[in-house]
Nanobody
Framework: VQLQASGGGLVQPGGSLRLSCAAS????????MGWYRQAPGKQRELVAS???????NYPDSVKGRFTISRDNAKNTVYLQMNSLKPEDTAIYYC???????????????WGQGTLVTVSS
């Protein structure tokens, strides 16, 4: 199983970006999907998560600006980021709790990270 993230880049303050992350491999089921970020010198933090029920969770720092969604048919999770601020600059990582074809338990997988830079 592999996760491939894309969509990062340079954007001006107030701008928008959409991140995508697709899982590939022998997958039976995907439970929680999410996005984390890590800024230089800071700990990795949760940005958004979404369950199979489409229930979502956001920290106050991004609530109202970021929207997470999922396409179960494509094993893909998205993060729409609006009204971006310089403090949103970080490497963004996708995660998925996946039950693989050869596994008995769900395992958390991580994408390779995509850099988001918010600067004028």
């Amino acid at each position: 199983v592999q996760l491939q993230a894309s969509g990062g880049g340079l954007v001006q303050p107030g701008g928008s970006l959409r991140l995508s992350c697709a899982a590939s491999g022998s997958i039976l089921s995907i439970n929680v999907m999410g996005w984390y970020r890590q800024a230089p010198g800071k700990q990795r933090e949760l940005v958004a998560s979404i369950r199979t029920t489409d229930s979502t969770n956001y920290p106050d720092s991004v609530k109202g600006r970021f929207t997470i969604s999922r396409d179960n048919a494509k094993n893909t999770v998205y993060l729409q980021m609006n009204s971006l601020k310089p403090e949103d600059t970080a490497i963004y990582y996708c995660t998925m709790d996946i039950l693989g074809a050869t596994q008995d338990l769900f395992t958390k997988y991580w994408g390779q990270g995509t850099l988001v830079t918010v600067s004028s």
